[in-house]
């Protein structure tokens, strides 16, 4: 059917067609059509939404998303039609039935995740599926090559390239910021590609905003990088490995996590910006995503099987998740806090240590150091002032500023401190009731709040020392977070004696 | 946040936000809101779409599905935040993780879908982990009892109340429109709601739609059952276990049938219809649901435990599915044939004994007809006119013609005859392939469009007899679906000797 263009300025991959118009094409609400431009040759899959009175018969309202691809201007005609059932459909069927997926089959279902030819419920059927019923090691080899396949991908002269990737699940991870400049500095190359928070307080490319914009093309990175041999960016902007980002987003309210799911997105994403080399940061413990070093034995051996087959070298680090890295939560705090060790702090000790090690596998990884070695290199690094000086380079090759220091970067004005109620240790401090303190009090959206942790766990305290301080820049945000916090009880301090058995009484 | 609303005539669940707006209440894209009328007390929850320019920051536009349940007027100030996540979604994933719904849990789930609170993707979730994963009779008896719960039922004063059902995968099995009045003029309620047509060429719903209107509140199936004694109407329109239909607008897409969905599905109906006693009719055969008796007999049993658990007395009948029940494929042609059987034709002979079989296996477990006699009681109802009578009665009571004849229902003007290439034996007709024709040409919508066929598997023809005709009442369809048959070629003619194997000949 012909039908007639009609702009509408809604962000949602859909069209709005008039319900004369849908009925006597017996397309329903929901449904899939496919829109072609004629003149143009290009066409679009998207569904369908119907009125009565918001557009006339004949004409078509197209949503933003859908013209993304379309590039139709307000009154071109289009033909529309129902759409075919996707192959990929029956592909994911076959997963529901515990079968196997081929290579073709795997880039099928993920060109059309990547083109939205299948719809929000659809992909949650092929994430549900994967899930339950599991992906074999060939299998998700085919969907990280389909993941890179449909993306864009950097191609350097120089080498080698290398990578580094926190699986998450600890909060104040901030050390990307340390080991990246740290990498650039010794000469070797690193286009390093991070997320933004999902459930978290804030992502490494959260973090980096505070300092430049994270905002680039996949050329741009690559640019970037053989400039200053270094960048921390979005990955969500880049267009590496477009698929990755649509399937978490199905994964998340679900919660799903799958390994084999998630070994795939890590890897597309290094496969995808030509890293020779990667470190993969595995953070063990009860509350992290990985709660035995078993688990994270197993998930390492997937990581190094997958980086054979693509050629990628691939170390694995089990590291303690059960605490956060440094004190510091939220994008303001955990910059400072960063920014302090490049010019010069001996503190936080977990931050620094964590980031020297994970960066001196990588030198060893690279030769550039020798064995047992990489450390130190990273250490010499670190002190002699050249990883702070790369540092300015990546911000300055961003567009943010150079010229900032640490103690620029300051937390909200509104703060609270969480004190301890009596003498004894600190016997607990819950992560995510941390992190949700965070999010409530405004992070990673604002970029001031967060919480600075005083007395991390086993820390002896007397009774009104702070424990915590909550930042916030708005007021209201942080009187919410102090009531929620009431309520979760983030920290517990208690005696030596946490408690005391009384010998049994006589009748 | 509160804001004004402004009506939004689109058929789908959602709200409008303005961008702004959505930024700060920290709300993307696709996220879910709780939407409050503190004059009213109602609450909905929808999902959000943004945009820059079609509405004012400060204004919420709420789509028609979304005030079907607020019912509120333009300019209501109504108070909107961030929606929290459904505790539905930990039950779900927990059957990802192969573990059992509880009753309470599966309550929880049926009444999100129900209520729209879980979004397309999340209902997909569910089907599919139920799917993989499976139910097991409990979980199949709690899913049944929570579709009726969510819904209306009826309450009959009189007893017994028959229903019958048929599982489908067979076509033209327009039994009910013989069935449902041989049981009323017996003197039994039969309350039927049927469906119409999702991947067939009618439902039972479409065919009476010819004769009569068949949308009808649950009240109004109740008080038309007790004046006639039976009905034939549409249960997507009562409001009767509604989830039912929500589930199916989800497997439809990926073709999931699972066994416990679907006869908690079909026994939700007989249950909430308040039946004492059902007929199930399961169709077996290659290219129908149920491809062997074993698995027939598996069905069967499963629908009988569920019965006792729930109170109803289940029989099930295993018919032959190869082959289509009469002749026609259609909404006329079939309520055509159906007509003529009510009106004293003594063909087509699968369509009356299926019919009489399966009325017959009612009144037996009604105790209207001793064991073995059923058959010919509905024979005798049947034969007499008083099967014509009573339908008469339906057709009037649901607001038809009561003095429509066979005759009067024609089939489309235009028409294609397909004839015998060759003098042979019809060795294959593809009940699918002529379902796909008699969509093409039009069913259901066009009621006139259809399939007529002269020679059923195993007829010997002579070339160019006609071995079926296909209807339709727009010329272009017509074409469409000869164009189409020309590759599909759902009739093969041979001779009796199908291959011939000569002998091996010498080297």
């Not at 490995?241 to 996590?257: N, V, W």
């Not at 002190?383 to 220091?405: F, N, Y």
Request: charge should be negative; aromatic fraction near 4%.
């Amino acid at each position: 059917m012909k039908l007639t263009v009609k702009l509408l300025d809604i962000a949602n991959r859909g069209v709005l067609l008039h319900s004369t118009d849908a009925r006597s094409m017996r397309i329903r609400d929901g449904d899939r059509v496919l829109v072609a431009d004629e003149a143009t040759g290009k066409t679009a899959q998207a569904h369908v939404d119907t009125t009565g009175s918001l557009i006339a018969p004949g004409v078509i309202g197209v949503y933003r998303p859908l013209n993304a691809t379309l590039a139709v201007d307000e009154g071109t005609p289009v033909e529309v039609r129902g759409a075919e059932r996707p192959a990929s459909l029956s592909h994911i069927k076959k997963k529901m039935d515990d079968g196997r997926f081929t290579k073709d089959e795997t880039l099928d279902i993920v060109k059309d995740i990547v083109s939205d030819t299948l719809s929000p419920g659809e992909i949650t059927a092929y994430v549900t599926a994967s899930y339950i019923n599991g992906l074999d090691m060939d299998e998700v080899e085919y969907l990280t090559r389909a993941m890179v396949e449909t993306g864009e991908r950097l191609h350097f002269i120089r080498h080698p390239v290398v990578d580094k990737h926190s699986i998450g699940g600890v909060p104040g991870n901030k050390i990307t910021l340390l080991i990246a400049p740290i990498i650039a500095a010794s000469g070797l190359l690193i286009p390093k590609t991070s997320s933004r928070a999902i459930t978290g307080a804030g992502g490494t490319a959260d973090l980096m905003e505070v300092l430049a914009p994270v905002s680039f093309s996949a050329t741009e990175v690559q640019q970037m990088t053989e400039k200053v041999g270094g960048t921390i960016v979005w990955g969500g902007a880049t267009n590496i490995a477009p698929a990755d980002d649509k399937i978490i987003t199905y994964e998340y309210p679900l919660r799903i996590d799958a390994p084999g799911q998630m070994i795939a997105s890590v890897m597309a994403k290094k496969f995808a910006v030509g890293a020779d080399l990667a470190v993969i940061d595995i953070p063990v413990g009860r509350n992290t995503k990985i709660a035995t070093p078993q688990e994270g034995r197993k998930l390492a051996r997937s990581f190094i099987e997958l980086g054979e087959r693509l050629g990628i070298r691939v170390e694995c680090a089990l590291s303690y998740g059960e605490s956060l890295v440094g004190h510091t939560i939220g994008p303001n705090l955990e910059v400072h806090e960063a920014l302090a060790v490049l010019e010069g702090a001996t503190e936080p000790n977990s931050l620094i240590q964590k980031s020297l090690s994970l960066a001196g596998i990588a030198f060893e990884m690279a030769g550039k150091a020798a064995y047992g070695q990489g450390y130190q290199m990273a250490t010499d690094i670190l002190r002699s002032g050249k990883a702070l000086e790369k540092m300015r380079q990546i911000i300055e090759v961003q567009g943010g500023d150079p010229t900032v220091k640490a103690d620029d970067v300051v937390p909200g004005e509104y703060r609270f401190d969480v004190k301890a109620p009596q003498d004894g240790y600190v016997i607990d401090l819950n992560n995510s009731a941390l992190v949700t303190l965070a999010r409530l009090a405004g992070s990673p959206y604002d970029h001031g709040a967060g919480i600075f942790v005083h007395a991390k766990k086993g820390t002896r305290v007397r009774k009104g020392d702070p424990i915590f301080t909550i930042y916030a820049e708005q007021e209201w945000r942080l009187e919410r977070a102090i009531e929620v916090g009431r309520v979760l009880m983030p920290v517990v301090v208690e005696g030596m004696i946490v408690e005391r058995i009384p010998p049994e009484r006589w009748v």
